[in-house]
């Protein structure tokens, strides 16, 4: 049947195309969509608020506005308070329904958004659906706030069990010190925490190495998450592989039906804190590196390879670099952990924090021990800064442990530590070469402290250069130094091996 004059002028008005009919049915949408919302927004991809509809611009004076040109043209992040619509924006992914509540109230929101033709996203719209969905919504919206309730409930409770096993002991005021060497390791240690990288702690032992590692958790995204620490020295080599990879259910005769997660399955998320790395087994290191390039792990007995997000702070009181010369310690394995490396001083390096140490360690002795704390004397103190301290802090706690345990006095002088009381030896004077013996004059023995420490470092250090012929690694071995402060030293004087060879 042919079409009217009316029917035929209607058809012309369609387009007969295929785009022609999708930008037709796009913009009826699009007026559909102004008429039944009750407001209408588009930003652009640089997240500016580029046109709002008649009915959205009744919330401006709720939202602090007084007309459209304050709002539009301003980064949306700016304008509405806890807007998803940047989310939009960097994933590409519409939001149908979500309920958003700021200074203008609770709505019911849907965002999606606008791509070009060449499929990239340029834009987003946001609805808002329904005003004060409250009233008009009240089971839904009951329910949904019974759920949120639950989930913050859970999130706590889980939070609370993690917290309770695996929560950082110390955080970075913990380092106790203000020396320039102690302020310099607390500096270096917040600058760290704020990255993932891989940390490698590196100091005699006794430094402090596990506090600086707790500290450095405690200071980071993932403090929320669980601190784990093994002490790769302590564990036999033939469990280290299970201890990290954890073990599959059956996966050897004795193993565990259910089997167990390692180390880094339970860091999952958090940090692991490798102590001692320096003794662990050649065979181990190429797997532990395969775990930190790829972040994977493989149980023992398993197929099923596991990803996790564990960032790893390694420790070592050994020289790593002359392992690898000497083939003990992978150079590929060094590399990896050496990226950020914190060289926790030894505590004859920063002989200014020994009087706040003593007074905090003899606080947790107190604690401890249930005894009142013991006072030191000024001499005391000035005993205790005299001393070279090879086990370092640790040593330093034993000392004041001992001392104040053995003594009934509430003040402890000098001669508490100097054996008056039987309880430690004064360390045996290092006789000086004939020839500055004689050049000691009653002036110089009553010099400076800090220049008497500094002739008997000297001296030591020429004594054990002489001793091993030069040897410097050999030489830092025999004063209980790690080499990189035997190498300080030396650049702070530069004629001393010059003069120990020449007396050779």
Known sequence: MPLSKNQTSAVADIPQDVDGLLRLAAQSMFDVLARSTEGMMVIDRHHRVVWISDGYKRFLPALGFADEQEFVGRPVEDVVPNTQML???????????????????????????????????????????????????????QKFGRLQQELED??????????????????????????????EVKRQARRVAQTDSTVLLLGETGTG???????????????????????????PETLLEA???????????????????????????????????????LALQAKLLRVLQEQEVEPLGSNTVMRVDVRVIAATSRDLAAMVAAGQFRADLYYRLNVLPIRVPALRERLDDIEALAEALGEDIARRSGMPQKLLSPDAIEWLMQQAWPGNIRELRNTLEQVSLMSDDMQLTAQHFQGGHGLVAAPAPVEAPAAQA???????????????????????????????????????????????????????????????????
Request: proline fraction near 6%.
């Open 87 to 141: 989310q939009v924006l960097e994933t590409g992914k519409p939001v149908l329904v979500d309920l958003l509540t700021n200074r203008a109230g609770t709505f019911l929101v849907s965002r999606l958004p606008l791509r070009n033709d060449a499929g990239e996203v340029i834009g987003a719209l946001g609805l808002v659906l329904l005003d004060h969905p409250e009233t008009t919504m009240q089971p839904l919206i």
């Open 154 to 183: 859970t999130r706590r409770q889980l939070a609370a069990e993690v917290s309770a096993k695996r929560r950082p002991k110390y955080t970075i005021a913990s380092f106790i010190g203000a020396s320039p060497a102690a302020l």
């Open 209 to 235: 190495k596990e506090l600086m590692a707790h500290a450095i958790h405690s200071a980071s995204r993932r403090a929320h998450r669980p601190l784990v620490g093994v002490n790769i020295a302590a564990v």
């Open 243 to 281: 201890e990290f990879f954890g073990v599959s259910p059956g996966a050897y005769t004795g193993a565990d039906r259910k089997g167990r997660d390692g180390k880094f399955k339970l860091a999952d998320g958090g940090t692991l804190f490798l102590d001692e790395i320096g003794d662990m087994p």
């Open 438 to 504: 004689a050049a000691v004059t009653t002036a110089q023995a009553v010099a400076p402290l800090p220049e008497l420490i500094e002739a008997l470092e000297r001296e030591a250090i020429a004594r054990a250069l002489q001793a091993t012929g030069g040897n410097r690694m050999a030489a830092a071995r025999l004063l209980q130094i790690s080499r990189a402060s035997l190498y300080e030293r030396l650049a702070r004087w530069p004629g001393l091996e010059v003069q120990v060879s020449n007396s050779a």
